[in-house]
């Protein structure tokens, strides 16, 4: 049974820092894309960032900079340090495998509250 488990979020100010943390089971998580999405109340999903199985990154633009996807295969683990937040990075961030937009699976979530 795949499962892929988020922890990390919570309340921040802004420009203060977060660090997402995503735990895998059930899938040989060396060989898998591995990523980051997120949805705020009453809007669509967003691609946040992913990461190869040989650990090459993209980000969208409206996080790159700020927030550093990476991953440990050994501990089946991909995390996300997200710096400089802003009150629109508040949203409910998702850990993926597979690839974007035609994720595998998902993770239940961790809610990201950013105040200004």
């Known amino acids: 049974q795949v499962q892929l488990v988020e922890s990390g979020g919570g309340l921040v100010q802004s420009g203060g820092s977060l660090r997402l943390s995503c735990q895998a089971s059930g899938i040989i998580f060396r060989i898998n894309m591995m990523g980051w999405y997120r949805q705020a109340p009453g809007k669509e999903r967003e691609f946040v960032a992913r990461?190869?199985?040989?650990?090459?990154?993209n980000y969208a633009d409206s996080v790159k900079g700020r927030f550093t996807i990476s991953r440990d295969n050994a501990k089946s683990m991909v995390y996300l340090q997200m710096n400089s937040l802003k009150p629109e990075d508040t949203a409910v961030y998702y850990c993926?495998?597979?690839?974007?937009?035609?994720?595998?699976?998902r993770g239940k979530g961790t809610l990201v509250t950013v105040s200004s």
């Open positions: 990461i190869s199985s040989s650990g090459s990154t």
């Open positions: 993926w495998s597979g690839d974007y937009p035609r994720i595998t699976y």
